[in-house]
């Protein structure tokens, strides 16, 4: 008799508790299908040197902790909403039919959706989606209306078959609660483990960060048992305040190995100040001008344009976002923040603002880009800056009419508004164009009936398109007459696969990007071998304009090569940074504070050994361990107000 009750009991007792149990699990099972697709489509880019967790216990280890952090995540969003079903019962039906199941409905589909999106965005930001999403872009609607009819159908109906069966899920669970199946002892174990977990909120909230898992795994392998809604609410949590505060050494140290205050050598010339033009290029690798990679692009005026002028091949970037390569090129410091910087509240510490520090000079400055107004933020950043001027699509006489990209206007209908803006500036003048065209998707105008080598990819097309519109350009302005008195700078925002279809990605050459010098005035061929950085760009361009005041810059001058510093600095995911030297590249993982990997990528171009634990190579490991913890104890004080030196 009582075995039966028992049984009975605990029959009665699953029942009350299983439909929100297997809410719960479809849930799970659609994350876990989804961060499957994810690993199999990226594994390129989650193990660039080619080593794979194919044995059982690594493979072991990733899945129990993405079944973890699936699983905490969705227990952390349906809680509330299963309390709201409790609560429901005090008051009419309609409250939570019509409100709680709603809300958690879109909730859920957006954490879906931003795994779903994370499969196909991973390749561009090499990291799970965090608070940069609401900074990428500020036009999505117009934007996404460019792309292809056909994919634009496709999205809709995987938003729509998502919607759908989420909302059916959630049917399903309130039928449940008015059929008296209220998981109520469910509800009991939850507030039990709410409450535990408030008392001792210190031992437990760790288990909340989305680097936990990093005590037993790699800062390559983290994105693939992360889940996008989980490090994106908590990056939006932390509302830009993640800097490290480490003190590995004292200020006076830290400061005497890096030191980010510095006076400029004037560029030299012998006419004085230089106007300056600045070329930031959207997404161009160096592979496209490596004449060893099947890549090399043939590109008229580039290949011309070398012939006369400096060409640095071992230059960095330092991010793969560009709304921090454009702070790292035009401010010469690092975004440590999730967020832009010029939208973080680090705005106000003590740097140089490019076009603030040339109006002492009498320069006039000038920003032109051919997408919509203030898309990624570039207005902001070029306001923070001080530049004088910043035209965008919407300046340019009829622009509805003009050739389109995706992202705006093509380099074609941009370019001669750019000159044409040159041409009235005031002199002296620094002008910066920031081009789109080679932006992904990388479509060509219908015009352009350029023929391609078979072996071409889309990247490729688009650079040997932009490469056309930059000889056009040219071929005007060397007509004008401050053409001869200016300085041409060239650098990429950041590194992008160039081929979609054939990812090739490592710590080294997932961040190499061409930087090139034009002086007409020298016309000059010169390849440098030294290694160089996004943040030498800002004091060069200094440099050419004579400043004679001291900067703040986390890099040096091009045109000083005592001035710099021979590292190239990246932040290669939301804890690791790197340093390269001529030979070495170090991943340093601020979380754990450990060096996770030294790579000679000279003799090992596939970075497949790891030097870590390789006792002859201890003298590279603790002198490259020093700079990358000198960069980020200097940029965490920087941030935090302390005096920068």
């Known amino acids: 008799m009582k075995f039966s009750l028992s049984a009975t009991t605990l029959r009665s007792v699953w029942q009350n508790n299983k439909p929100f149990l297997t809410f719960l699990f479809y849930l799970l099972l659609i994350h876990s299908v989804l961060k499957i697709i994810f690993y199999n489509y990226n594994r390129p880019l989650l193990f660039p040197g080619g080593e794979d967790r194919g044995s059982f216990p690594g493979l072991f280890t ?25 609560a429901g019962r005090l008051v009419p039906a309609k409250f939570s039919a019509w409100i709680s199941l709603p809300v958690f409905m879109v909730i859920n589909s957006v954490a879906i959706l931003l795994n ?13 989606a965090n608070a940069d999403l609401l900074y990428v872009i500020d036009h999505p609607f117009r934007q996404v209306f460019h792309f292809n009819g056909i994919i634009i159908c496709l999205f809709i109906l995987a938003v729509a078959a998502v919607l759908w069966l989420v909302w059916r899920l959630h049917r399903r669970l309130y039928a449940s609660f008015l059929d008296n199946r209220r998981g109520d002892l469910f509800t009991m174990i939850l507030l039990a483990a709410l409450a535990t977990a408030f008392i001792f909120r210190n031992n437990f909230a760790g288990l909340l960060l989305p680097a936990y898992p990093l005590v037993e795994i790699k800062s390559n392998e983290l994105p693939a048992v992360q889940n996008s809604f989980h ?98 090129i035009l401010a010469g410091i690092p975004t440590l923040t999730d967020i832009p910087f010029y939208h973080s509240q680090y705005v106000n510490i003590p740097v140089t603002k490019t076009g603030t520090a040339l109006k002492t000079m009498n320069y006039h400055s000038l920003f032109c880009i ?20 910043y035209y965008s699509e919407e300046d340019i006489p009829g622009y509805q009419k003009r050739p389109q990209h995706s992202m705006g206007l093509q380099d074609e209908a941009v370019l001669p508004f750019f000159l044409q803006k040159i ?37 490729m097309r688009s650079m040997q398109y932009y490469d056309d519109c930059l000889g056009a350009f040219f071929n005007v302005a060397k007509k004008e007459n401050w053409f001869s008195q200016t300085v041409f700078i060239f650098c990429s925002d950041h590194w992008l696969v160039p081929d979609d279809n054939n990812v090739d990605f490592t710590a080294v050459t997932g961040y190499r990007v061409p930087i090139i010098i034009f002086d007409p005035g020298k016309n000059k061929q010169e390849t440098r071998n030294e290694v160089v950085g996004q943040f030498d760009v800002m004091g060069t ?11 703040t810059s986390y ?33 340093f993982n601020v979380t754990s504070n450990r060096v996770e990997y030294l790579y000679n990528y000279k003799t090992d171009t596939r970075l497949k050994t790891n030097l870590v634990e390789n006792k002859n190579a201890s003298m590279v490991l603790d002198a490259l361990t020093v700079q990358i913890k000198a960069f980020i104890q200097k940029a965490g004080s920087h941030y935090r107000g302390k005096p920068v030196n």
């Open 231 to 328: 490090t994106f609410t908590y990056s939006v949590y932390r509302r830009g305040d993640e800097i490290p505060t480490p003190d590995y050494f004292s200020d006076a140290t830290c400061d005497s190995i890096f030191p980010v205050k510095r006076s400029l050598q004037p560029y030299s010339s012998p006419a004085g100040k230089k106007n300056i033009v600045l070329f930031i290029m959207e997404s161009v690798p160096y592979d496209f001008f490596d004449s060893s990679s099947a890549y090399k692009v043939a590109m008229p005026f580039f290949d011309s344009l070398l012939q006369k002028s400096v060409f640095y091949k071992n230059a960095f970037g330092y991010s793969h976002e560009s709304n921090k390569g454009i702070t790292a």
């Open 62 to 86: 990733l899945a129990k902790w993405s079944l973890a952090y699936d699983l905490l995540c969705l227990i952390l969003i349906n809680s509330a909403l299963l309390i709201l079903l409790q």
């Open 555 to 587: 890099g040096g001058n091009l045109s000083d090569s005592n001035s710099l510093r021979g590292y190239a600095f990246s932040k290669a995911g939301s804890s690791l940074y790197q340093v390269i030297d001529s030979s070495y590249v170090l991943g």
């Open 370 to 389: 051919g997408d919509a107004y203030d898309n990624f933020g570039f207005a902001k950043c070029a306001n923070w800056l001080g530049i004088d001027r």
């Open 541 to 551: 361009v200094l440099a050419a304009a004579c400043y004679p005041g001291s900067i």
């Open 423 to 459: 041409n009235e500036a005031p002199k002296p003048f620094l002008a910066i164009h920031y081009n789109i065209s080679t932006h992904y998707p990388y479509d060509l105008p219908k015009t352009y009936s350029k023929k391609f080598p078979g072996n071409y990819t889309t990247p």
């Open 116 to 128: 779903v999106i994370d499969i196909f965005y991973f390749r561009f930001r090499f990291q799970r």
